[in-house]
């Protein structure tokens, strides 16, 4: 049975975003290493707290770590910022086209941001036209 992943809150999705490179200390522990992730406190516990709850944290030994779970969730939420990005500039294309019929760089763009082309071959295809 699929397990649901759950939902990030900005804050949570940055914190997941660094313990996601190295686990770090819990900020009972050192309060300034959030400060030094650029992590507010007290947004942290909160955090820390529903983290936890949803399985997505754990704390040991007064270090925070990412569980599995807790990995899903922040490369999900990854996942869906960069299609929302993808589908931004695709649409930024369509209407680059529809202002300039004629132009190559509406096509270009949207294949590159379909993955449907790599780079160079966009870049091609702007030098042909």
Same mark, same amino acid.
């Given at each position: 049975?699929?397990?649901?992943?759950?939902?990030?809150?900005?804050?949570?999705?940055?914190?997941?975003?660094? /313990?996601?490179?190295?686990?770090?200390?819990?900020?009972?522990?050192?309060?300034? &290493?959030?400060?030094?992730?650029? /992590?507010?406190?007290?947004? +942290?516990?909160?955090?820390?707290?529903?983290?936890? #709850?949803?399985?997505?944290?754990?704390?040991?030994?007064?270090?925070?770590?990412? @569980?599995? /779970?807790?990995?899903?969730?922040?490369?999900?939420?990854?996942?869906?910022?960069?299609? *929302?990005?993808? @589908?931004?500039? &695709?649409?930024?294309?369509?209407?680059?086209? #529809? #202002?300039?019929?004629? &132009?190559?760089?509406?096509? &270009?763009?949207?294949? +590159?941001?379909?993955? *449907?082309?790599?780079?160079?071959?966009?870049?091609?295809?702007?030098?042909?036209?």
């Amino acid at each position: 049975m699929p397990v649901p992943i759950p939902a990030l809150t900005s804050s949570e999705r940055q914190m997941l975003g660094h /313990l996601a490179l190295a686990d770090f200390p819990h900020p009972d522990i050192e309060p300034k &290493s959030a400060a030094a992730r650029g /992590l507010d406190e007290c947004q +942290l516990r909160s955090d820390i707290e529903e983290l936890r #709850r949803t399985r997505q944290v754990t704390v040991a030994e007064g270090r925070l770590s990412i @569980t599995e /779970l807790g990995m899903v969730a922040y490369l999900a939420a990854e996942r869906d910022e960069l299609k *929302a990005a993808l @589908t931004d500039v &695709s649409a930024l294309a369509d209407e680059l086209q #529809r #202002r300039d019929p004629a &132009s190559a760089v509406p096509h &270009s763009l949207r294949q +590159l941001a379909q993955g *449907a082309w790599p780079l160079d071959q966009a870049l091609a295809h702007l030098d042909r036209t």
